[in-house]
């Protein structure tokens, strides 16, 4: 929904603008310039200003409309997904916490074999929150992984590990890696991540508005501070995740 049906928008609004476009001439441009009516010239053409509004108009909402993805799950969800009948035919999951401190989110949705024995068989699952969900098919749901934690001593005591490479693949593949991994992001992703905040935008509008000021100078020297200062706080992040990655302790192997 953020593409189609501002292409059509576009090319309604271009053929309504030369379908009523009339040619001018060097005196008729003057005129239409310095007229009271409500026609302009566009590409040697007089057509209505309402035509012409309808360009920067439809363009602004294409730009608000695209940003609403990065800045609402469900609106993301609304304009660039569609609801499958079959998990086979979906590729991401909506996931909404059952705690309110949680956010909604968009997990990708893979399909893995649980056990090496048949490896035709696919099990949906996807991750979120760094916590694993699997397709449990007998209650037609997805259910967190369920770990060994509530065995018997003895079943801890009588434990000898994975007797061979198949055990220990379909061990990974069910409840994955004992690890903790913290991405990296670059400089280019938390930049255009920043740039993408609701506040920033803002503030970029309000310069284009200043700048049609006279003193518009002051505008674009606005601009290039914010540019600076958003720089500085990707710089703090990065900083901050490089930090906590720091902090993490190497694994170790008896």
């Known amino acids: 929904l953020d ?15 030369f379908s ?14 310095t007229g009271a009516d409500t026609r302009r010239n566009f590409l040697g053409c007089s057509t209505h200003l309402l035509n012409l509004a309808g360009i920067p108009i439809i363009c ?27 998990l086979e035919e979906g590729t991401f999951v909506k996931v909404v916490p059952s705690k309110p401190t949680e956010k909604v989110g968009t997990c990708p949705l893979d399909m893995v074999a649980l056990s090496s024995a048949a490896p035709d068989k696919k099990t ?8 694993k969900y699997l397709w449990d098919e007998d209650e037609k749901k997805f259910r967190k992984v369920a770990y060994p934690i509530a065995e018997s001593m003895a079943f801890y005591l009588s434990a000898r590990g994975y007797s061979n490479a198949d055990e220990h693949a379909d061990a990974t593949a069910r409840w994955g890696l004992n690890s903790f991994e913290i991405p990296l992001p670059t400089f280019g992703e938390l930049y255009k991540e920043q740039c993408r905040q609701p506040f920033f935008v803002f503030q970029i509008v309000c310069v284009a508005l200043w ?6 100078y002051y505008s674009l020297f606005t601009f ?16 901050n995740i490089k930090m906590l990655r720091n902090m993490m302790g190497s694994p170790t192997h008896a």
Do not use: Q
């Open 60 to 86: 602004l909402l294409h730009l608000v409309t695209h940003l609403g993805t990065y800045w609402s799950v469900p609106f993301k969800v609304m304009a660039t997904m569609r609801t499958v009948t079959t």
């Open 124 to 131: 949906p699952t996807f991750e979120f929150h760094k916590r």
């Open 3 to 17: 593409v189609w049906p501002f292409f059509i928008l576009h090319s309604l609004n271009l053929i309504a603008i």
């Open 211 to 216: 700048s049609m000021d006279e003193y518009w």
């Open 224 to 239: 290039f501070m914010l540019l600076v200062f958003e720089g500085t706080v990707v710089f703090s992040r990065t900083r």
């Open 20 to 33: 009523n476009c009339e040619p001018v001439d060097s005196s008729g441009l003057n005129a239409t310039l």
